[in-house]
C-alpha cells in the first residue's frame, strides 16, 4: 500500500477510537482552560498508539504536545486539536470533532510514515473559544520548529478550503459608582449610566473604524433592582478588524470613549483587553492539496466568496508564524451559522461521525503530500512567505 492507502486503512480501524472520543468530548462539554477530561482522554488515546505526551504544555493546565517519529530530521508535519465547549451551549460549536479527527490524523500519518525520517506532532490547545492558547503557544515560539499546522472545522453547511478569518480580542469594562435610594439619585452615582453611555459613544465610533471592524457588546452587570441607584456596571465588547495592527488603535478609542463615559456620572473606570488574536492567512498550497484529497474521498471543497463575512480564531497567530490551513467540512446541520442548537445536535450526529473520519483522513493524506513532495514544501514555504510573513509583527 502507498501512505494514502494506508492512511485510510488506520483510520477506519481506529474509527471506533476516534468516534468515541468525539462522542465522550460532546457528552461533557468543558469550558476553556477547564477542559480536564476531553484532555486526558486525548493523551491516553495519543500514549496508547505511541506517542510521546508533554501536559501541562506552555504551563497551561489543559494544553498538551505530543509527537512521535523523528523530531528535527525530515518534515516535521503538526495537526491542532481544539475541544472547549460553549457556556450554556455545549459543543455548538462542534470543537469534539475537530480534536478527535485531528487525533486521526496524527496517529494515521505517525503509522504510516513509520521508520521515516520526519517527525508527526499533535499540539492540544485550550480555550480558542475565550482566551485562545494558541496566541500564547505562538509567543513562546511552540510552532517554531514544525513546516506546517492544520486543522479542520465543521462547518453548518457547506465545504470550504482557503476561509480566512479577522484579527480579534475581547475588552472588558467596569464602572464603579455610589449607591443610593433611586427618590434621591442625586446622592449616588450611576454606574449604569456610564455603561449606557459608553454603548451609545460606541455605536458613534463604529464608522470611524476600518470598513471591515466590528464591535459587539453585552451588559454583564447592571445593577440588582430598579429602585437602587447601581453602584456597579459591567459590559464586555468584541472587538473584530482586518488586521492585528488595527484592533491596538480601535482599543485606544475604547479607552478614550470609556474615560468619558466614566466622567459623565463621577464613576470609576476600569478597562483591559484580552490577547489579541491575529488575522488569519490560510495556505493556499496546503489548501489546494486538502481540497484534491477530499475529491478522492468523495467530498467537494469549496472556495470562499470573497463577500463571505469571516470570524476569527487563534490559529491566525499560527498562520503568522508557520504555513497553516484550516479547513471545514460541512455537519450539514440545517442552519447557516454555528452557535446554535441544530450544530450541537450535528456535532454528535452520523454526518458529525463521518465528518471526523473524513477531516482525520484528509488531513492526513494532506501531510503525506507535505512528506513526498520536497515541491510542495517549497510551495508552500514561498506562498507563506509572500502572504503571511510581511504580517508578522
Keep these: 500500500m502507498n501512505l494514502k492507502e494506508k492512511i485510510a486503512s488506520t483510520v477506519d480501524r481506529i474509527a471506533p477510537e476516534l468516534i468515541k472520543l ?7 462539554p468543558e469550558l476553556g482552560m477547564q477542559e480536564f477530561k476531553a484532555c486526558a482522554w486525548q493523551v491516553e488515546l495519543l500514549r496508547k498508539h505511541g506517542f510521546t ?13 505530543a509527537w512521535k517519529g523523528m523530531p528535527g530530521k525530515g518534515p516535521q508535519i503538526a495537526f491542532l486539536a481544539e475541544y472547549d465547549a460553549l457556556a450554556g451551549m ?18 494515521s500519518l505517525a503509522e504510516a510514515l513509520e521508520g521515516q525520517e520526519a517527525c508527526v506532532f499533535l499540539f492540544g490547545t485550550p480555550a480558542e473559544e475565550t482566551l485562545g492558547c494558541k496566541v500564547a503557544m505562538t509567543d513562546v515560539g511552540a510552532f517554531d520548529h514544525v513546516d506546517c499546522a492544520m486543522m479542520m472545522h465543521p462547518a453548518p453547511d457547506i465545504n470550504l478550503v482557503g476561509r480566512g478569518g ?11 459608582g ?17 455603561t449606557i453611555a459608553l454603548f451609545n459613544a460606541v455605536n458613534a465610533q463604529l464608522h470611524l473604524w476600518p470598513n471591515k471592524s466590528k464591535c459587539n457588546g453585552i451588559i454583564t452587570a447592571g445593577g440588582t433592582a430598579s429602585n437602587i441607584i447601581p453602584d ?18 480601535m482599543y485606544d478609542d475604547m479607552v478614550r470613549l470609556a474615560n468619558a463615559a466614566a466622567a459623565m456620572t463621577g464613576a470609576k473606570v476600569k478597562i483591559e483587553h484580552d490577547t489579541i488574536m491575529a488575522e488569519r492567512y490560510c495556505n493556499r498550497v496546503l489548501d489546494e492539496a486538502f481540497a484534491a484529497n477530499m475529491e478522492t474521498l468523495g467530498e467537494h471543497c469549496q472556495w470562499p466568496d470573497p463577500k463571505l463575512m469571516n470570524g476569527s ?11 497553516a490551513i484550516h479547513v471545514y467540512l460541512t455537519l450539514k446541520a440545517g442552519v447557516t451559522s454555528s452557535h446554535t442548537p441544530q450544530m450541537r445536535e450535528a456535532a454528535r450526529s ?44
Design 22 to 28: 468525539s462522542h465522550d468530548v460532546h457528552d461533557n
Design 53 to 65: 505526551v508533554e501536559e501541562k504544555f506552555c504551563g497551561i493546565e489543559t494544553a498538551y504536545k
Design 90 to 107: 455545549g459543543h455548538a460549536c462542534g470543537h469534539n470533532t475537530i480534536c478527535a479527527s485531528s487525533c486521526g490524523a496524527a496517529i
Design 166 to 176: 479577522l484579527a480579534c480580542t475581547g475588552v472588558n469594562v467596569e464602572f464603579f
Design 178 to 194: 455610589k449607591a443610593a435610594h433611586s427618590s434621591t439619585p442625586m446622592k449616588g452615582i450611576n454606574a449604569l449610566a456610564s
Design 232 to 249: 456597579y456596571s459591567a459590559c464586555r465588547f468584541t472587538l473584530r478588524a482586518e488586521r492585528k495592527n488595527q484592533i491596538l488603535p
Design 313 to 323: 480564531s487563534d490559529i491566525g497567530n499560527v498562520s503568522l508564524v508557520v504555513p
Design 350 to 393: 452520523e454526518r458529525g461521525d463521518q465528518v471526523v473520519l473524513l477531516a482525520a483522513k484528509g488531513l492526513a493524506m494532506t501531510g503525506a503530500d507535505v512528506f513526498e513532495k520536497p515541491e510542495l514544501r517549497k510551495a508552500m514555504r514561498e506562498e507563506y512567505e509572500k502572504t503571511a510573513l510581511p504580517n508578522k509583527c
